[in-house]
């Protein structure tokens, strides 16, 4: 979990890693409506001009700050774009967490998560080019704070499967990460596929199949039930192999 968080109208949390919660780097009390003007303004740049090219008298300017003002909240460039993954992906697991509560079959979690996802990431395409096409690059990320709370996000998925082992639903041969790897695999396929092609025009109308897909492979089946699937739709292309190790036709 992310060391520290601060508040914004109320609900939505902004990280600052290694800072005391609502105080500045400088030990004053944060402003958290300008600590999200200065994110915003980031996630803009990053997304139309790429994380490189984007310097940060560039996201002053934007946010209507000094220098001065942005170094009090971050301790860097790359802090910021940390910072703009965490407060959206906080966003996400709030409302995500509140839909899960309701739902008692892991399969349709699973199918929650995947809708999510998809959602979210068409509903906001700057911060999806970013999150796909650099964030994953980055290899600091993967020891900041703010990939602790992504961690968090995509333990539902783990979660959710084990419920289904538990309940005979799903297989027990498989395991928990590496159904999750492959569940965010499908989605981050067609979603960067959308981002750099354009194509297809939609994401979220694809949650069935995917979810199908997903399912095929890890719900037990009887057997006399055929153990593969093999799905080419525009925008995904997917294939899952028998238990035999051969392509199925």
């Given amino acids: 979990m992310p060391t520290s968080a601060i508040e914004v109208n109320g609900d939505h949390s902004i990280g600052s890693s290694g800072d005391t919660a609502g105080v500045q780097r400088n030990g004053r009390k944060r402003n958290p409506q300008r600590e999200l003007r200065i994110l915003e303004a980031a996630l803009d740049l990053f997304g139309r001009k790429g994380f490189e090219a984007t310097t940060v008298s560039a996201i002053c300017e934007a946010a209507g700050v000094s220098e001065a003002t942005l170094y009090e909240y971050f301790e860097s460039k790359e802090q910021v774009l940390f910072s ?18 309701y739902i008692r079959d892991p399969r349709e979690k699973l199918r929650v998560v995947i809708q999510a996802y998809l959602e979210f990431y068409e509903r906001n395409p700057l911060y999806t080019s970013v999150a796909l096409l650099t964030l994953k690059a980055n290899r600091n990320f993967t020891q900041s704070a703010a990939y602790e709370v992504v961690r968090r996000a995509s333990r539902s998925i783990v979660e959710a499967f084990q419920e ?30 959308w981002i750099v092609a354009g194509r297809p025009e939609q994401i979220a109308q694809y949650c069935d199949t995917i979810h199908e897909m997903v399912m095929r492979a890890i719900e037990k089946r009887s057997a006399s039930e055929p153990p593969t699937l093999r799905i080419d739709i525009r925008g995904l292309n997917a294939e899952l192999l028998s238990t035999d190790g051969e392509e199925q036709h």
């Fill in 84 to 101: 703009i993954a965490e407060l959206y992906t906080r966003r996400e697991l709030e409302r995500l967490e509140g839909l899960r509560g």
């Fill in 164 to 193: 289904g082992v538990e309940a005979g639903i799903f297989r027990s041969d498989i395991d928990g990460p590496l159904v999750r790897n492959m569940l965010l695999g499908f989605i981050e396929h067609l979603t960067t596929q």
